[in-house]
């Protein structure tokens, strides 16, 4: 069974910075590129960010550019999103999925306030 | 930018419901559907604008192409009234629409 997990989520002051980890298990990690996807409270779906399967091409939504990092190390079978200076409406629950979009985790919440 | 119509669907069990998703430019076929219900996961409904995913019932199918794009469920189950979202893979960014409610009439 294919399975999605995500973690470090929790409440950050604006400016600050979260490391967010999905770790996957049931598949072969590195065959399959990865994406991050938001849903602030009470709203709809936004992509936030994308990794190639070697993890050499990467792609952002324009409002998390130059200030969030994906990155995946292979040999964990996990996937990060770096945030930095993170703001309010980065408030969201972020959930991992794999390219073909057919497996997601269960979302790890992610609060900016002060 | 996807545009997705009625913003709320109100249906009873039993009943047909047409859901559309239109693209602001041509997106050929790369076009997703999603179901969401409350404190859950995305659940991938259908890819590349008609093909159901695995373990989808045959009462969801999609169609269109280009612009203009829509999900039939054919006769609405219980478990059926949730949001739905379309998404288009075509170009990055990746978007999603902002969701259709199917509700209980």
């Known amino acids: 069974e294919v399975q999605l997990s995500e973690s470090g989520g929790g409440l950050v002051q604006p400016g600050g910075s979260l490391r967010l980890s999905c770790g996957v298990s049931g598949i072969t990690f590195s065959d399959y590129g990865m994406n991050w996807v938001r849903q602030p409270p009470g709203k709809g779906l936004e992509w936030v960010s994308h990794?190639?399967?070697?993890?050499?091409?990467?792609h952002y939504v324009d409002s998390v550019r130059g200030r969030f990092t994906v990155s995946r190390d292979n040999s964990k079978s996990t996937l990060y999103l770096q945030m930095n200076s993170l703001r309010a409406e980065d408030t969201a629950t972020y959930y991992c999925t794999r390219s073909r979009w057919d497996v997601w985790g269960q979302g790890t919440t992610v609060t900016v306030s002060s | 930018v996807l545009t997705q119509s009625p913003a709320t669907l109100s249906l009873s069990p039993g009943e047909r419901a047409t859901l559309s998703c239109r693209a602001s430019?041509?997106?050929?076929?790369?076009l997703a559907w999603y179901q969401q219900k409350v404190g859950q996961a995305p659940r991938l409904l259908i890819y590349d604008a008609s093909n159901r995913a695995t373990g989808i019932p045959a009462r969801f199918s999609g169609t269109g192409s280009g612009t203009d794009f829509t999900l039939t469920i054919s006769s609405l189950e219980p478990e059926d009234f949730a949001v739905y979202y379309c998404q288009q893979r075509r170009t990055w960014p990746l978007t999603f629409g902002g969701g259709t409610k199917v509700e209980i009439k």
């Open positions: 430019q041509d997106i050929r076929g790369s």
């Open positions: 990794i190639s399967d070697t993890g050499d091409d990467t």
